[in-house]
Nanobody, 128 residues
Framework: QVQLVESGGGLVQAGGSLRLSCAAS????????MGWFRQAPGKEREFVSA????????YYADSVKGRFTISRDNAKNTVYLQMNSLKPEDTAVYYC?????????????????????WGQGTQVTVSS
């Protein structure tokens, strides 16, 4: 089992920034893609960003391209999401997820919701 714990959420004004972190623990040996999803009230969960094990491939939803940046530190089993120029429509619970595998293909699988583990989520609220 792998446990994922997100942190860094909070309340921010439109145009502001937040940095989310997701730390993996438990059976973290092996290689895996990591990513972020979000779910706003009354809406379905949607993909935000994914990164391959090596970090060489990254993927973003069109709605966050140019504003969000995903990165990872494999020594710390942690993935980050730097969110800049936040908008009220970015308000949601943000979830971290993993997909076992070390190729870019596994990041693509994660992007399409083929995830192995999910975190509990962290709330991000952007006020106008």
């Amino acid at each position: 089992q792998v446990q994922l714990v997100e942190s860094g959420g909070g309340l921010v004004q439109a145009g502001g920034s937040l940095r989310l972190s997701c730390a993996a623990s438990g059976r973290t040996f092996g290689r895996y893609a990591m990513g972020w999803f979000r779910q706003a009230p009354g809406k379905e969960r949607e993909f935000v960003s994914a990164i391959s094990w090596s970090g060489s491939s990254t993927y973003y939803a069109d709605s966050v391209k140019g504003r969000f940046t995903i990165s990872r530190d494999n020594a710390k089993n942690t993935v980050y999401l730097q969110m800049n120029s936040l908008k009220p429509e970015d308000t949601a619970v943000y979830y971290c997820a993993t997909k076992a595998g070390d190729s870019n293909f596994h990041a693509v699988l994660l992007k399409n919701f083929a995830c192995d583990y999910w975190g509990q989520g962290t709330q991000v609220t952007v006020s106008s």
